[in-house]
């Protein structure tokens, strides 16, 4: 499983990449603007540098909501960086655009997925990522992971290239099901992966190791 960060804050980034597990990146003009990130030029700007952060994979989403405007946003993105994945709304004229950027070889990320009908579309387009919203379906009382789990099923039936990015993951256990169900890829804030790290048990234990060994070294 790869582990993406979900966020646009180069100093969480860092840390993500600094603990040696993370492969990508995702981000949306929400968490552009969470960041204080305005404007075309800077907005590239900071999609640079967080290519120059991580090895791969940072996807970058475009505002347009129509065919032509998806395809110059999107091409304009990918010049940015070998490493940039250009993020798609599931829409129609989002279906087209990513069959379109399919067709050219650049890496796509279809978000916004909601049901299993709409990751079919994306996966016979093309898409290179498809990012169904587990917590955003949980919200209204639906349950986002049995949506992943009818994905991968899909998916594996008809040896779809698609990769199942799970999104929209609010805490540690939506991370642990999503890899036992078997998505591909999932993104998260820096909290819920470096929340792995956590158990009682581990701090008991290593509370307890240095407290014999400083007991035995007369300490």
């Known amino acids: 499983m790869k582990f993406f960060i979900d ?22 003009p929400s968490l552009m603007a969470k960041e204080g990130i305005s404007g075309d030029e800077a ?23 129509d065919f032509d405007g998806m395809i110059r946003e999107g091409k304009e993105l990918a010049k940015i960086d070998d490493k940039i994945v250009v993020k798609i709304p599931m829409i129609k004229e989002g279906v087209k655009a990513i ?51 009818q994905i ?8 779809f290239q698609t990769e199942v990015l799970a999104a929209s993951i609010r805490h540690t256990m939506h991370l642990i099901k999503c890899a036992e169900i078997g998505a591909d890829v ?8 470096t929340g792995l790290l956590n158990h009682p048990l581990t701090d008991k234990g290593l509370a307890q190791f240095l407290a014999d060994h400083a007991k035995a070294a007369g300490k």
């Open 7 to 28: 966020t646009a804050n180069l100093s969480e980034i860092q840390e993500a990449y600094d603990l040696g597990v993370l492969d990508g990146v995702t981000t949306n």
């Open 186 to 193: 999932v993104t998260c804030p820096l909290k819920v992966i």
């Open 152 to 159: 991968v099923h899909i998916y594996r039936t008809y040896d």
């Open 43 to 65: 907005v590239k700007a900071h999609y640079k540098a967080i290519c120059n952060i991580v090895d791969d994979k940072v996807s970058a989403e475009v505002i347009a909501t």
């Open 99 to 149: 069959k379109y950027f399919h067709s050219e070889g650049i890496r796509t990320n279809c978000t916004l997925v909601f049901s299993a009908g709409q990751a079919l579309l994306a996966a016979k387009a093309g898409a290179s990522y498809l990012s169904p919203f587990i917590g955003r379906l949980d919200d209204i009382s639906f349950d986002g992971l049995e949506l992943i789990q």
